[in-house]
């Protein structure tokens, strides 16, 4: 073993002995990049997460004496293998992973295409028109606007339970890859899960409900249990499985219609306002586990959802659409948007009137400051940057509560 | 969960579907750093897209129960604290040798 490693490892032993809780840490970068089996690299793992939950100091105090002995049958190791010739581990790449799916999977990932669809309703005269839109399966598209701007329509549509009246359509994942003319609606819908804003009820305790749904859609005997109880543990719902409907919360209600309309695997899901009602962990667990499971590399999912908690969205979509007056004022990738803009946006709120705020910002180059109701708005030159501005409100002493670059956010679309 | 708001803020993996490898990464960060319940959850997602046995969906959901059970247990206070971190690690070994048997299964399928 080279001096170097001995050396680092005398290193390690002292900060194990100084401070336990950057050793343990320190250990297992060591392991990782030195251990010789896997077997020390998983306790090295193990014993990071015991230093995190000792709760006393005799407790800490056995950890860091596991934290050495490690040590010592790491180095011990490292020195009876540099005798030996070890087989090197094959290593798994992204490619042949590829290339094994590939084999498998049929090549269309897109699973809905329209071309300038539109929907006239003849009672109130409100159009959808001229929407473009591509869903792939992978990746989540968000449709943000004002409300009765039409996304409700749009949904209903690509769900087919409405009619369009103009433009075309077509579903080429779900009809053996071809953008077929004539869509075979009983194909299409069984790979489509259209979760309402407003939920409807059950009968009968959520596992039932559960098991009903996944049988309707053939997966029967074994397969029912294991699809069941996968989704069951997937979105956390063990502690609410005998609960009728009326016992659970918003939050609750929600991810057990995702359970439902998950546990059989359909290629396009399609929700509207899921973030509605709830509260804030519950919405992030929620777009935690829609990205986590359209991502999966052998189900992956179509996600068209609408919100307007335009922040959240944001942190899990890939594409976004904005509707305004029934037709799209944005669509594309969510990286793209505000990469043609002007000017720089930003919002921030502090303590100060808004006389005092333009005081503090006297000297400072932007173009606009106003209060929206909710906070102040900023815009400046495409030159200053969100830092820039920061830096000088701090210099300022101005006691910030909230900070934000809008510039390129789906909230600057709603101009506010 | 601990229901501090920061101990949601890890979204969603950040690991392209297909590198594997970074996923056991993630998976093993989570556990690392005590986010056992997410590291599960991923977990789940991982023995999915890359075990062709269902068994091995089987077993991950087995290992979720078990977790699952543990965690009420130490809420409740049922369970000492040496005889949890037992349990823990015992389940903890199993989650990343299950890992690692997949990652094997795979690398042997994909020379073949």
Redesign the interface.
């Known amino acids: 073993m080279g001096n170097t490693l001995h050396q680092e490892a005398a290193a390690l032993q002292q900060i194990i002995q100084a401070d336990p809780q950057r050793g343990a840490k320190l250990l297992l970068a060591f392991t990782k990049d030195h251990a010789v089996t896997k077997r020390l690299r998983h306790e090295a793992l193990l014993l990071k997460l015991s230093v995190i939950k000792a709760p006393d100091a005799d407790a800490m105090a056995r950890v860091q004496a596991k934290l050495l002995a490690l040590l010592a049958q790491l180095l011990e190791d490292i020195d009876e293998a540099a005798n030996k010739d070890q087989p090197q581990p094959t290593a798994v790449t992204a490619e042949q992973i590829d290339a094994y799916f590939a084999r498998r999977q049929p090549a269309a990932q897109v699973v809905f295409e329209a071309k300038n669809l539109g929907r006239t309703y003849q009672k109130t005269g409100f159009s959808l028109e001229k929407v473009n839109l591509q869903l792939r399966l992978g990746e989540i598209t968000s449709v943000v606007g004002e409300n009765g701007n039409g996304k409700t329509t749009l949904f209903n549509i690509v769900a087919g339970e409405l009619r369009h009246d103009e433009g075309t359509l077509a579903y080429p994942a779900l009809q053996g890859g071809e953008a077929m003319a004539k869509v075979r609606w009983h194909r299409v819908k069984r790979e489509i899960a259209y979760i309402p804003q407003e939920l409807p009820p059950w009968d009968g305790s959520l596992l039932e409900m559960l098991q009903f749904e996944a049988a309707l859609h053939g997966i029967k005997g074994a397969d029912n249990t294991r699809e069941v109880n996968f989704i069951i543990q997937r979105l956390g719902l063990q502690d609410h499985l005998v609960k009728a409907w009326q016992e659970l919360s918003g939050g609750f209600k929600l991810r057990f219609a995702l359970a439902k309309a998950l546990v059989w695997k359909p290629k396009l899901l399609i929700i509207d306002e899921p973030l509605a009602n709830l509260d804030i962990k519950t919405q992030l667990i929620v777009l935690k586990d829609l990205r986590n499971m359209s991502n999966s590399l052998r189900y992956p999912i179509a996600v068209l959802l609408s919100s307007q908690h335009l922040h959240e969205i944001e942190s899990v979509s890939d594409n976004i659409l904005y509707l305004r007056n029934g037709e799209p004022a944005y669509y594309g990738p969510l990286r793209e948007l505000g990469t043609d803009r002007h000017y720089n946006t930003f919002e921030l709120d502090c303590d100060l009137t808004l006389a005092e705020l333009k005081a503090k910002l006297a000297d400072f180059s932007y173009q606009k400051l106003y209060h929206n109701g909710v906070c102040y708005v900023v815009t400046t030159d495409l030159a200053i940057t969100h830092v820039e501005l920061l830096q000088h409100l701090l210099r300022q002493q101005v006691n910030l509560i909230y900070y934000r670059n809008i510039s390129q956010s789906v909230k600057k679309l709603f101009e506010l | 969960m601990k229901g501090y708001?920061w101990d949601?803020?890890v979204?969603?993996?950040l690991a392209?579907?297909?590198?594997?490898?970074k996923r056991v990464e993630e998976i093993?960060d989570l556990?690392?750093?005590?986010k056992v319940?997410d590291a599960?959850?991923?977990l789940?997602?991982f023995v999915?897209?890359?075990s062709d046995e269902?068994e091995d969906?089987?077993e991950?959901?087995v290992i979720?129960?078990k977790s699952?059970r543990l965690e009420k247990l130490e809420r409740r206070g049922a369970i000492s604290?040496d005889d949890a971190?037992t349990e823990r690690?015992k389940l903890?070994?199993q989650i990343?040798?299950f890992m690692?048997s997949i990652?094997?299964n795979?690398?042997?399928?994909?020379?073949a």
Do not use: E, H, M, W
């Open positions: 708001i949601y803020l979204l969603y993996s392209a579907p297909n590198d594997i490898n093993q556990i690392a750093t005590d319940r599960i959850k991923l789940l997602g999915r897209d890359f269902k969906v089987n991950v959901i979720s129960q699952n604290f971190t690690n903890l070994y990343l040798d690692d990652v094997d795979l690398a042997f399928k994909l020379a």
